[in-house]
Structures are given as structure tokens and as C-alpha cells.
């Protein structure tokens, strides 16, 4: 099942139909989260979806995930990599009207190398990366839930060199 989650400030009708027309000749289950929709927000034809999840029903939504699909949000990446599910984000464009600035495309050129995190500049991008990860040749990548004992070490230091 593919998941598609992009955030829940603002329609990414971009996405959400490059995703709809995947689906519709798949035959992979889609389900998508899609926040604040607007009246003249594309709305999926071939994958059942939800403007807003509660956690309960996201986290299941996830853990049932084989990818994960979503805008560039710091949100969505951490959950999928903390469950080791393959990401494919794309970047919302303030060009475009798809928010108040470009940060989103920073952030997937900082996650482009990172294991277990595909970008998807455009939506043409999007068949060939869910290919490539469907077929199983793709390592997903994972985070652990806490900080490192280096990191809290590094940190205890920095605070205990400003308390000083």
C-alpha cells in the first residue's frame, strides 16, 4: 500500500494528481492524507483519502505502508524513516503557489543522499521512483526514535559550556 501524506496546511494538487493517475492503472492500494482542501482542490478519482487523520489512524495508516509519498515536510520524512518505510518526497514550490517560500526544495537537496529518501522533483519522476521501490530494490533506511548517545553528549557539553 502506498501512502500518501502531504501535510495539513495546504492542498498540493500536483502531487496528489500525478499520484491519482499512477493509481488509476497500478493496481497498488493508495491511501492519502490530504489536509486543508480548498473547493477547487484536486481530489482523487482511484484512491480513497482523508482531509485529516487523527494519530491513531495515521500511525496505522503508516505502519501498513510499503512507501510512503509526500510534500518535503520535516514531519513526514522523520515518521517514515522512525518506521523504516521508503519515502518519495517532493518539494512544494512557492513558484507555484504551493507555499510561502521555497524551504521545501532546500530541504529535499538535504535529504537527496540520505538512504531511504527519494526525491521527486517533478511529478513525471514520481512512476519510475515507485517502480524502483515497489520491486523491492530499494533499501528503506530507518532513524532510531532517540538521540544518540554522542549527540546528548555533545549537547550536555554545549549547554554546560553556555551555563558557565
Given at each position: 500500500m502506498?501512502?500518501?501524506?502531504?501535510?495539513?496546511q495546504?492542498?498540493?494538487?500536483?502531487?496528489?494528481?500525478?499520484?491519482?493517475?499512477?493509481?488509476?492503472?497500478?493496481?497498488?492500494?493508495?491511501?492519502?492524507?490530504?489536509?486543508a482542501l480548498?473547493?477547487?482542490?484536486?481530489?482523487?478519482q482511484?484512491?480513497?483519502?482523508?482531509?485529516?487523520?487523527?494519530a491513531?489512524?495515521?500511525?496505522?495508516?503508516?505502519?501498513?505502508?510499503?512507501v510512503?509519498?509526500?510534500?518535503?515536510?520535516?514531519?513526514?520524512?522523520?515518521?517514515?524513516?522512525t518506521?523504516?518505510?521508503?519515502?518519495?518526497?517532493?518539494?512544494?514550490?512557492?513558484?507555484?503557489?504551493?507555499?510561502?517560500?521555497?524551504?521545501?526544495?532546500?530541504?529535499?537537496?538535504?535529504?537527496?543522499?540520505?538512504?531511504?529518501?527519494?526525491v521527486?522533483?517533478e511529478?513525471?519522476a514520481?512512476?519510475a521512483?515507485?517502480?524502483?521501490?515497489?520491486?523491492?530494490?530499494?533499501?528503506?533506511?530507518?532513524?532510531a526514535?532517540?538521540?544518540?548517545?554522542?549527540?546528548?553528549?555533545?549537547?550536555?557539553g554545549?549547554i554546560?559550556?553556555?551555563?558557565?
Amino acid at each position: 500500500m502506498i501512502f500518501l501524506t502531504i501535510g495539513t496546511q495546504e492542498p498540493f494538487d500536483r502531487l496528489v494528481s500525478a499520484l491519482d493517475q499512477w493509481a488509476a492503472t497500478s493496481g497498488v492500494p493508495v491511501f492519502g492524507q490530504l489536509g486543508a482542501l480548498k473547493a477547487e482542490s484536486y481530489r482523487p478519482q482511484h484512491f480513497p483519502f482523508a482531509d485529516f487523520m487523527d494519530a491513531a489512524a495515521y500511525e496505522e495508516k503508516l505502519r501498513a505502508a510499503d512507501v510512503v509519498v509526500a510534500h518535503a515536510g520535516m514531519g513526514s520524512i522523520i515518521s517514515a524513516l522512525t518506521h523504516a518505510k521508503p519515502i518519495i518526497i517532493m518539494p512544494r514550490r512557492a513558484s507555484l503557489g504551493e507555499h510561502r517560500n521555497e524551504h521545501q526544495l532546500a530541504t529535499a537537496e538535504r535529504f537527496r543522499s540520505r538512504s531511504g529518501v527519494w526525491v521527486a522533483d517533478e511529478p513525471s519522476a514520481l512512476p519510475a521512483l515507485l517502480a524502483q521501490l515497489l520491486s523491492g530494490n530499494a533499501a528503506a533506511g530507518s532513524i532510531a526514535p532517540f538521540a544518540s548517545d554522542s549527540l546528548l553528549d555533545a549537547l550536555r557539553g554545549l549547554i554546560r559550556g553556555v551555563a558557565a
